[in-house]
């Protein structure tokens, strides 16, 4: 098998002998001791340090457990309620520098899975025992989505006098909602992470209802400055069922994008309200349903959803400084969500506060149309080209290189779940030293400019820096030469305090400034829980990402996986989800397919439900 799409796969190819391989071997073993229901039989086919990462399959949570002791204390509380059997090969397993990688199905009593292991060699016995071992759920049994051989038929063949015709049952169905029928999952927050958690929701037959606040589905991009493309690439990106057509540009311009979510929304049939805003929140706790409060289209409305995910965005929630003088300023201020484009500021001066993403980009754009531009540095900031990226970072899950070897884009994203975020730096670390080394004239000048670069606190790079604190960084598609060579001025500091017409640093030294742009970044996702629900149930959740690696604006102690985020959280029935275009299509399926289970009445017992450590 060389492409992995979500639906169930062959079990295996049959020009193998799949019996002859030893990752067969060893999963017949941990077979053997799971249909016994021996858990220390089990353990003992991990390594003494290994990394079990279970995504849904056995402890309805998104979690790591980590070394024996970690593995018995998840068999013990899962196996006999999981069930795992049938566990084998999907394709040939493969070796490579003393590590053995296979890739397996299984099924569990409520489903079916996928999971990938990297198999060492144990030097006390000689026998290959699990390093790393990802188990996922991609199925409900009995709640199978209809594609492939269950897709819908669509037609309805022979005479029907009463024949209600697909858009008349759409338009009944949408005509009900929300008055005579209630959505059992309310999605706040229709951007890319609402758009693509509905569509999953409606074909695993869940009754939801995603709302938002903008106008149209893809605003949430066509607002954004007008330079904007994505950072990421297109292999990266797409959504879950519906790829991007292979025309598609790697960088795709904001308004292409938010054409193609509202497109989506329409062709997935996403239940979507525009132009709604939800209010305020609470969960009543004898029913066991929240009574959220909306304004669509400015009428007011209550509904009863049994189920919350805040899809709100961690990009969303505008971190404006409060800064002495701010009320003196004669020119114009906003947050650099708020940056219309560099147009109307051709001949002014303009002073940019921040030095990661949206500033580099705001800063180019304006330089491109003549303003004179300065920006300001307050703390380091970590870069890397955008074109090394992906051929260093990117290039063998998700390129055009990837493809042609046989990486489909789900086959890529389990490659990257299934590396444990205890030790994932470990393998970005020589990434980056890889980038710095092709780059090192380009980082010399930089800072020789002046300009603060840090590499992540233990030199891991971007993707540790986004899982970690999401934030402190830029994908260099061209401004940071602009500072390089001193066509975007920079300057280093606190901001101490704004003037009629300038801005004031720490030092003393006065920026001149028609414009202040504030790309000061985003406030945490639980703010978004204080502003809807109450300041009470976003202390009980804590905070919402991170991994707890203590590194800066990463607080430990140690989670292991993305605070809070696609899993139960301390507040019964509430939910987050969000992040990147990659997180939003991998991890919406599990997010889905928790809700499905609750809706079809299953058990779901939380192992290692999350403790509360910050409470933002
Ligand atoms: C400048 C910039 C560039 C980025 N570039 C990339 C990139 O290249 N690739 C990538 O993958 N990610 C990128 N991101 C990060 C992230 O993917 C985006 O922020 C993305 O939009 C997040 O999607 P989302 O659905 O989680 O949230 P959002 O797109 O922010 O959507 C949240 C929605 O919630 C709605 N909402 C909030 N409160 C309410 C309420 N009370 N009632 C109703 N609706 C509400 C808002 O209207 C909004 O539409 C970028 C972010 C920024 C800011």
């Given at each position: 098998?060389?492409?992995?799409?979500?639906?169930?796969?062959?079990?295996?190819?049959?020009a193998?002998d799949?019996?002859?391989?030893?990752?067969?071997?060893?999963?017949?073993?941990?077979?053997?001791?799971?249909?016994?229901r021996?858990?220390?039989?089990?353990?003992?086919?991990?390594?003494?340090?290994?990394?079990?990462?279970?995504?849904?399959?056995?402890?309805?949570?998104?979690?790591?457990?980590?070394?024996?002791?970690?593995?018995v204390?998840?068999l013990?509380?899962?196996?006999?309620?999981?069930d795992?059997t049938?566990?084998?090969?999907?394709?040939?397993?493969?070796?490579?520098?003393?590590?053995?990688?296979?890739?397996?199905?299984?099924?569990?009593?409520?489903?079916?899975?996928?999971?990938?292991?990297?198999?060492?060699?144990?030097?006390?016995t000689?026998?290959?025992?699990?390093?790393?071992?990802?188990?996922?759920?991609?199925?409900?049994?009995?709640r199978e989505?209809?594609?492939?051989?269950?897709?819908?038929?669509?037609?309805?063949?022979?005479?029907?006098?009463?024949?209600?015709?697909?858009?008349?049952?759409r338009?009944?169905?949408?005509?009900?909602?929300?008055?005579?029928?209630?959505?059992?999952?309310l999605?706040?927050?229709?951007?890319?992470?609402?758009?693509?958690?509905?569509?999953?929701?409606?074909q695993?037959?869940?009754?939801?209802?995603?709302?938002?606040?903008?106008?149209?589905?893809?605003?949430?991009?066509?607002?954004?400055?007008?330079?904007?493309c994505?950072?990421?690439?297109?292999?990266?990106?797409?959504?879950?069922?519906?790829k991007?057509?292979?025309?598609?540009?790697?960088?795709?311009?904001?308004?292409?994008?938010?054409?193609?979510?509202?497109?989506?929304?329409?062709?997935?049939?996403?239940?979507?309200?525009?132009?709604?805003?939800?209010?305020?929140?609470?969960?009543?706790?004898?029913?066991?349903?929240?009574?959220?409060?909306?304004?669509?289209?400015?009428?007011?409305?209550?509904?009863?959803?049994?189920?919350?995910?805040?899809?709100?965005?961690?990009?969303?929630?505008?971190?404006?400084?409060?800064?002495p003088?701010?009320?003196?300023?004669?020119?114009?201020?906003?947050?650099?969500?708020?940056?219309?484009?560099?147009?109307?500021?051709?001949?002014?001066?303009?002073?940019?506060?921040?030095?990661?993403?949206?500033?580099?980009?705001?800063?180019?754009a304006?330089?491109?149309?003549?303003?004179?531009?300065?920006?300001?540095?307050?703390?380091?900031?970590?870069?890397?080209?955008?074109?090394?990226?992906?051929?260093?970072?990117?290039?063998?899950?998700y390129?055009?290189?990837?493809?042609?070897?046989?990486?489909?884009?789900?086959?890529?994203?389990?490659?990257?779940a299934?590396?444990?975020?205890r030790?994932?730096?470990?393998?970005?670390i020589?990434?980056?030293?890889?980038?710095?080394?092709?780059?090192?004239?380009?980082?010399?000048?930089?800072?020789?400019?002046?300009?603060?670069?840090?590499?992540?606190?233990?030199?891991?790079?971007?993707?540790?820096?986004?899982?970690?604190?999401?934030?402190?960084?830029?994908?260099?598609?061209?401004?940071a030469?602009?500072?390089a060579?001193?066509?975007?001025?920079?300057?280093?500091?606190?901001v101490?305090?704004?003037?009629?017409?300038?801005?004031?640093?720490?030092?003393?030294?006065?920026?001149?400034?028609?414009?202040?742009?504030?790309?000061?970044?985003?406030?945490?996702?639980?703010?978004?829980?204080?502003?809807?629900?109450?300041?009470?149930?976003?202390?009980?959740?804590?905070?919402v990402?991170?991994?707890?690696?203590?590194?800066?604006?990463?607080?430990?102690?140690?989670?292991?996986?993305?605070?809070?985020m696609?899993?139960?959280?301390?507040?019964?029935?509430?939910?987050?989800?969000?992040?990147?275009?990659h997180?939003?299509?991998?991890?919406?399926?599990?997010?889905?397919?928790?809700?499905?289970?609750?809706?079809?009445?299953?058990?779901?017992?939380?192992?290692?439900?999350?403790?509360?450590?910050?409470?933002?």
């Amino acid at each position: 098998m060389t492409q992995l799409d979500e639906r169930p796969v062959a079990a295996t190819d049959p020009a193998t002998d799949p019996t002859s391989d030893p990752a067969q071997t060893w999963l017949d073993s941990l077979q053997a001791a799971f249909a016994a229901r021996d858990v220390g039989a089990a353990t003992a086919h991990f390594a003494t340090t290994c990394f079990w990462r279970d995504l849904v399959a056995f402890s309805w949570n998104i979690t790591t457990v980590e070394d024996r002791p970690g593995v018995v204390e998840l068999l013990s509380a899962t196996l006999d309620r999981v069930d795992p059997t049938d566990l084998r090969l999907s394709e040939p397993s493969s070796s490579e520098d003393g590590v053995r990688t296979a890739w397996f199905e299984f099924a569990t009593a409520v489903g079916r899975g996928r999971g990938l292991v990297r198999l060492v060699v144990d030097d006390a016995t000689g026998r290959e025992v699990a390093w790393t071992f990802l188990t996922t759920l991609f199925e409900l049994s009995g709640r199978e989505e209809p594609r492939g051989t269950r897709r819908p038929m669509g037609a309805e063949h022979g005479a029907n006098r009463e024949r209600v015709t697909w858009a008349e049952r759409r338009a009944a169905e949408e005509a009900a909602l929300g008055t005579e029928t209630q959505p059992y999952v309310l999605v706040i927050g229709g951007g890319q992470g609402g758009i693509a958690l509905g569509a999953r929701l409606r074909q695993l037959g869940v009754p939801s209802l995603v709302i938002d606040k903008h106008a149209r589905p893809g605003d949430q991009w066509r607002n954004r400055y007008k330079s904007l493309c994505l950072h990421d690439p297109v292999w990266y990106d797409h959504l879950p069922y519906l790829k991007f057509p292979d025309n598609w540009p790697v960088f795709a311009p904001k308004d292409k994008v938010g054409d193609w979510l509202e497109f989506y929304t329409r062709v997935m049939e996403v239940p979507y309200w525009s132009s709604t805003v939800a209010t305020s929140a609470s969960f009543d706790e004898a029913a066991g349903e929240w009574r959220v409060e909306i304004e669509r289209e400015g009428r007011p409305l209550v509904l009863r959803p049994t189920h919350l995910v805040l899809a709100t965005g961690m990009s969303g929630k505008p971190n404006v400084p409060v800064i002495p003088g701010q009320d003196v300023f004669a020119g114009e201020q906003h947050h650099s969500s708020q940056h219309p484009g560099p147009d109307a500021y051709a001949g002014k001066r303009v002073v940019v506060i921040g030095s990661n993403n949206s500033a580099f980009d705001i800063c180019g754009a304006l330089w491109e149309t003549g303003a004179d531009v300065t920006m300001v540095q307050r703390s380091s900031t970590h870069i890397v080209k955008s074109d090394s990226l992906m051929e260093i970072g990117l290039g063998d899950l998700y390129s055009e290189r990837a493809l042609a070897a046989g990486m489909s884009t789900e086959k890529a994203d389990l490659v990257f779940a299934s590396l444990p975020y205890r030790i994932m730096h470990e393998f970005q670390i020589p990434l980056y030293e890889r980038m710095r080394e092709r780059d090192a004239d380009f980082y010399a000048r930089l800072e020789a400019a002046g300009f603060d670069l840090d590499w992540g606190d233990d030199g891991s790079g971007l993707f540790m820096k986004y899982l970690r604190r999401g934030s402190g960084y830029y994908i260099d598609v061209g401004a940071a030469e602009l500072v390089a060579d001193g066509e975007v001025k920079l300057a280093r500091g606190q901001v101490d305090h704004l003037t009629e017409d300038a801005v004031v640093l720490a030092d003393g030294t006065t920026l001149p400034a028609d414009l202040v742009v504030y790309a000061t970044g985003y406030g945490s996702m639980n703010g978004w829980a204080a502003d809807l629900i109450s300041q009470e149930v976003a202390d009980r959740v804590g905070k919402v990402w991170g991994l707890g690696s203590d590194t800066t604006k990463d607080p430990g102690p140690w989670e292991g996986e993305q605070r809070n985020m696609w899993k139960p959280t301390q507040q019964p029935n509430l939910w987050f989800h969000g992040g990147n275009l990659h997180q939003s299509r991998h991890y919406s399926l599990y997010l889905a397919l928790q809700l499905t289970a609750r809706h079809a009445g299953m058990a779901t017992p939380v192992f290692g439900l999350q403790e509360v450590h910050h409470l933002r």
